[in-house]
């Protein structure tokens, strides 16, 4: 995947990144597998989704997904969401139910969150491919090192932005990251995943919408219109 694909308020972040011996072999690995008559979710134009529907000096959000969904149809390059007319997964549901707690937005009808997105939610997953029917299947495979990367660019920002990371996965990832740290200037949000699993467990009531638009209107960001 050449770096010229990348949106360019993304490039001098993730370029380089891009064009490392790591990403160039899990670059070759996703060829040949599609070659081998694999099908890899979301598909090749949807890959980077998430950076050029929220440009870099737009970040305001960035909320941590695992993998793309693994499913027919169902993964569009951005983390939690699926286009129109496919069924609300239950994660999203849970986030829906949560959202109408916090705010009062009823559950939306679709599972498409580009909406958040184009205001500037970075709705990033930790790998950008899976192989269909097989849930994180591409993990450690050298996605880690370009969306670690894209995490460090929005932390090194000087605009304070809010990090929601839910479940254990996102919290250790977003340790990396130096920045993120207890004397961040930015707002770290965690709890349990929505998932149907540990939504229970702390996820709900946890409140992350409100906390993000009360830090963003005292930071003089703005807010986010959480309606889909």
């Known amino acids: 995947m050449p770096a010229n694909q990348l949106p360019e308020s993304w490039r001098a972040a993730l370029g380089p990144v891009l064009e490392s011996r790591p990403l160039r072999a899990l670059g070759g690995f996703l060829s040949a597998e599609e070659q081998s008559g694999k099908t890899i979710y979301p598909p090749r134009g949807l890959r980077l989704a998430a950076f050029e529907r929220c440009p870099l000096d737009r970040v305001k959000v960035v909320i941590l997904g695992q993998d793309p969904y693994h499913g027919p149809g169902q993964a569009h390059g951005l983390c939690f969401s699926v286009p129109e007319g496919c069924p609300v997964p239950p994660s999203l549901r849970n986030i829906y139910k949560e959202l109408e707690s916090d ?98 467990g702390g996820f709900f009531g946890s409140r992350p919408f409100s906390r993000t638009n009360a830090f963003l209107q005292e930071k003089g960001r703005g807010t986010i219109d959480w309606r889909v």
């Open 103 to 200: 705010l009062g937005i009823a559950p939306a009808a679709h599972g498409d969150l580009s909406r958040w997105a184009e205001q500037g939610v970075l709705l990033l997953n930790n790998a950008l491919t899976v192989e269909a029917g097989r849930a994180g299947s591409h993990q450690q495979l050298g996605w880690e090192d370009f969306t670690d990367a894209a995490i460090r660019a929005v932390a090194e920002r000087a605009d304070p932005s809010v990090f929601i990371l839910w479940g254990s996965h996102a919290r250790n990832k977003a340790a990396r990251v130096p920045g993120l740290g207890p004397d961040s200037r930015h707002l770290i949000l965690t709890s349990p995943h929505p998932s149907p699993l540990s939504a229970h």
